[in-house]
T-cell receptor
Framework: AQTVTQSQPEMSVQEAETVTLSCTYD???????LFWYKQPPSRQMILVIR??????QNATENRFSVNFQKAAKSFSLKISDSQLGDAAMYFC???????????FGKGTKLTVNP | DAGITQSPRHKVTETGTPVTLRCHQT?????MYWYRQDPGHGLRLIHY???????DKGEVSDGYSVSRSKTEDFLLTLESATSSQTSVYFC???????????????FGPGTRLTVL
């Protein structure tokens, strides 16, 4: 079975600084996809970034980037130049190719201090 | 933003009563999903649909049923609500025929259900 682990229940960062959120996953498949979702206090789930396992290059979306270490099954999210609006719950998720199931980690609550 | 609405947004009910939550999309997407979110568990898949009248179970389907009679609507029913079903329920949609789950899922705003 596929599992996703986020070992940091809470993290904090100073505005304008950089923070890295950790995620590890376990899958026996070679075809899979990884995601980071953001959930602000409004509860809306927002896709932050997506990574295909077959791609060597780390995905990047503006201030958000990932460090995808396939051998270590690690998929961390780096947020650069943190802003107050980045404060939210962040969920790591994984899906196997051809599967109907998106498996989520338990989340990391990020606080951004002014 | 994807056109997904959920109704009601908040509901309080009593143990043993039936409850139906509605997810409505205006995107004509084929795939629709119901998740529940609980503290310490992230989101867990309850049921999903891959077309009209085509549904299947997810990770935590016991006590829930679903129906999809139209592309735009996906209903989640708790036949006899229990306190353990107090949760926030999210609907999601996807339109990738090859990779419905591995492509982007767009989420609705959520429904907070409290079962007393």
């Amino acid at each position: 079975a596929q599992t996703v682990t986020q070992s940091q229940p809470e993290m904090s960062v100073q505005e304008a600084e950089t923070v890295t959120l950790s995620c590890t996953y376990d899958t026996s498949e070679s075809d899979y996809y990884l995601f980071w979702y953001k959930q602000p206090p409004s509860r809306q789930m927002i896709l932050v970034i997506r990574q295909e396992a077959y791609k060597q290059q780390n995905a990047t979306e503006n201030r958000f980037s990932v460090n995808f270490q396939k051998a270590a099954k690690s998929f961390s999210l780096k947020i650069s130049d943190s802003q107050l609006g980045d404060a939210a719950m962040y969920f790591c998720a994984a899906a196997q190719g051809g599967s109907e199931k998106l498996v989520f980690g338990k989340g990391t609550k990020l606080t951004v201090n002014p | 933003d994807a056109g997904i609405t959920q109704s009601p947004r908040h509901k309080v009910t009593e143990t043993g009563t039936p409850v139906t939550l509605r997810c409505h999309q205006t995107e004509n997407h084929r795939y629709m999903y119901w998740y529940r979110q609980d503290p310490g568990h992230g989101l867990r898949l309850i049921h999903y649909s891959y077309g009209v009248k085509d549904t299947d179970k997810g990770e935590v389907s016991d006590g829930y049923s679903v129906s999809r009679s139209k592309t735009e609507d996906f209903l989640l029913t708790l036949e006899s609500a229990t306190s353990s079903q107090t949760s926030v329920y999210f609907c999601a949609i996807s339109d990738s025929p090859q990779h419905p789950t591995t492509d982007t899922q767009y989420f609705g705003p959520g429904t907070r259900l409290t079962v007393l």
